[in-house]
C-alpha cells in the first residue's frame, strides 16, 4: 500500500505570495491532518479533514485555509506568506477523524519564505 | 496548557542502556499515543494506548498510562543508535490531537 505522498517536497516562495500544498493520504483513509513545524518544536495542529469537511481547526490565522476532495486528496493553501510561515508543513492521514487510530504521516513540504 | 510535556527535554545515554522518556498532561483523555521523528523515515507512529489501559509493549517499547497521576512513560529497552531521533507524545483529547514539544534521544556507540 502507498504511504502519505506529499507535493512539492520543497518550495522557495517570496514574502507576500501565496501557495498550495497537496497531499495524498493512503488509500482507504478518509482523515487528513495538516501540520506546521519549526525548528526545535513540536507539531502545530493547523486543520483537520474527513469526509470533505473541516472537522477540527488549531490556532492559526485565517490565511491558512485548506479543502478535501471527494477522493480524500487534500490541499492546504497560505496566502499572503510572512517570513515566519517558513517551516515544514506535514500531513498525516488516518483512518477515522479525531486522533482514534494512529496517524500515517508524509514526508512533508519544506516551506522557505523570502 | 492542554498540551503534553515532555520529559526530559533531550536525553543522551550509551548504547545498549535503556531510555525512559516521561509525559506529563493535565487534560482528560481517550488515547495517548507515541510518535518518533528522525532525519531518515520522518514521523512514525510507535505504539497507542488507551485510557482503559495501563501498560502496552511493542517489540523493544514499553508504554505505561496513569490517568490518575495524568502521566505516561515510553521506555526503550537495550538502545541502538538507529534509536536517536526525538520522541513525541500525543494526546487524544475528545476530538483533537495535542502534541507535545518531544524528547531528543541520542544513543552514543
Known amino acids: 500500500k502507498a504511504g502519505v505522498t506529499q507535493t512539492p517536497r520543497y518550495l522557495i516562495k517570496t514574502r507576500g505570495q501565496q501557495v498550495t500544498l497537496s497531499c495524498s493520504p493512503i488509500s482507504g483513509h478518509r482523515s487528513v491532518s495538516w501540520y506546521q513545524q519549526t525548528p526545535g518544536q513540536g507539531l502545530q495542529f493547523l486543520f483537520e479533514?474527513?469526509?470533505?469537511?473541516?472537522?477540527n481547526k488549531g490556532n492559526f490565522p485565517g490565511r491558512f485555509s485548506g479543502r478535501q476532495f471527494s477522493n480524500s486528496r487534500s490541499e492546504m493553501n497560505v496566502s499572503t506568506l510572512e517570513l515566519g510561515d517558513s517551516a515544514l508543513y506535514l500531513c498525516?492521514?488516518?483512518?477515522?477523524?479525531?486522533?482514534?487510530?494512529?496517524?500515517?504521516f508524509g514526508p512533508g513540504t519544506r516551506l522557505t519564505v523570502t | 496548557s492542554q498540551q503534553g510535556e515532555e520529559d526530559p527535554q533531550a536525553l543522551s545515554i550509551q548504547e545498549g542502556e535503556n531510555a525512559t522518556m516521561n509525559c506529563s498532561y493535565k487534560t482528560s483523555i481517550n488515547n495517548l499515543q507515541w510518535y518518533r521523528q528522525n532525519s531518515g523515515r520522518g514521523l512514525v507512529h510507535l505504539i497507542l494506548i488507551r485510557s482503559n489501559e495501563r501498560e502496552k509493549h511493542s517489540g523493544r517499547l514499553r508504554v505505561t498510562l496513569d490517568t490518575s497521576k495524568k502521566s505516561s512513560s515510553l521506555l526503550i529497552t537495550a538502545s541502538r543508535a538507529a534509536d536517536t531521533a526525538s520522541y513525541f507524545c500525543?494526546?487524544?483529547?475528545?476530538?483533537?490531537?495535542?502534541w507535545g514539544a518531544g524528547t531528543k534521544l541520542i544513543i552514543k556507540p
Open positions: 498525516a492521514s488516518s483512518l477515522n477523524q479525531g486522533g482514534t487510530y494512529e496517524q500515517y
Open positions: 500525543v494526546l487524544k483529547s475528545n476530538y483533537q490531537l495535542i
Open positions: 479533514y474527513f469526509s470533505e469537511t473541516q472537522r
